[in-house]
């Protein structure tokens, strides 16, 4: 919950960071499961792992590296999560969404999430990459809960496109360019770490997901409260089809993520030149 000790946090955050980065950052990255590679292509200047940041949360997944790396990609001054944090491995909905409220005090404007998720869509293939147009936060808390944070902005933020239209539009251009098929649809958020049963898959679907996940919808709910353009992309790395569920495991969704990863990597650095 945000509190009003959220400001002195945030100073203490920067002041550690402009130690080492001192200029201004535009882009900010998040970089979901099985998706941290797309780091390597980075022109790096600077990386602080999460544990020596004060007020970060330190990741607990093993799929997710722990650091903040500042560099170049696409020309534009990126600052990139390689690791994010989970509303399972136990954060609070403050701490996964502070990385994004410092992305906004360094000068970010624009930020762009990937994610892994399983289909609900059926015409959905493994390796899919579906642009997120849309999400439902079935998540038990708000980021946004608490005092509110008048200094990032409104109480009462607007969702009505939370997604920024010029930005996925440009996705599709760069994608229909080089080859790569894209799907588009409503992104469900779910707390996890279970996958879902066959019922829940079939009610995720009912009311209106195409693919479903257990990340993402934080961090662009606080983005968009602070007035940042947000563009996120999923990778299907498993079809939620009730009828015909197949057992999967962390390792099929890495692999599926890993080999589909140079896709996403190409639009992603394609759009930041364009930006
Ligand atoms: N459900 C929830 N989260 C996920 C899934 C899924 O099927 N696949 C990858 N992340």
């Known amino acids: 919950m945000t509190t009003p000790e959220a400001y002195s946090h945030f100073r203490e955050t920067l ?3 402009r130690r080492y980065f001192k200029g201004e950052a535009e882009v900010g990255i998040v970089l979901g499961t099985g998706l941290g590679r797309l780091a390597e292509v980075i022109e790096k200047e600077h990386q602080l792992a999460y544990n020596f940041i004060p007020h970060f949360p330190i990741s607990t ?9 500042f560099g170049r990609l696409g020309g534009k001054r990126v600052v990139a999560m390689q690791g994010r944090f989970h509303y399972y491995e136990g954060y609070s909905m403050y701490q996964i969404t502070y990385p994004i409220r410092i992305m906004k005090l360094l000068g ?18 493994l390796g899919d990459l579906m642009i997120i147009r849309d999400h439902i936060n079935l998540l038990p808390e708000n ?19 939370p ?20 799907r ?31 990340s993402t919808v934080p961090e662009c709910i606080v983005a968009n409260h602070m007035g940042m353009r947000v563009f996120a992309m999923s990778i299907i790395t498993d079809i939620g089809d009730p009828d015909n569920l197949k057992p999967v495991s962390l390792e ?6 890993n080999d589909a990863e140079p896709k ?7 759009l930041l030149q364009g930006l």
């Not at 970010?108 to 293939?125: E, I």
């Not at 010029?166 to 098929?181: W, Y």
């Not at 996403?264 to 394609?270: A, D, H, P, R």
């Open 15 to 17: 002041d550690y960071i």
């Open 61 to 69: 997944v093993e799929s997710h590296f722990g650091r903040l790396i």
């Open 108 to 125: 970010v404007h624009t930020l762009l999430l990937s994610n892994a998720a399983g289909a609900l869509n059926l015409s959905f293939n």
């Open 143 to 161: 980021p946004l809960r608490g005092i509110n944070l008048d200094q990032f902005g409104p109480r009462f933020p607007d969702m009505s496109s």
């Open 163 to 182: 997604y920024h239209p010029e930005l996925i539009a440009h996705a599709k251009t760069i994608a229909a360019r080089l080859g790569i098929p894209l």
């Open 184 to 214: 588009e649809g409503v992104y469900v958020a779910v707390a996890g770490p279970n996958l879902e049963t066959r019922a829940e898959y079939r009610f995720l679907r009912i009311i209106g997901g195409d693919a479903v996940g257990m």
């Open 252 to 257: 099929e969704i890495i692999k599926v993520a």
């Open 264 to 270: 996403l990597t190409q639009i992603f650095v394609e």
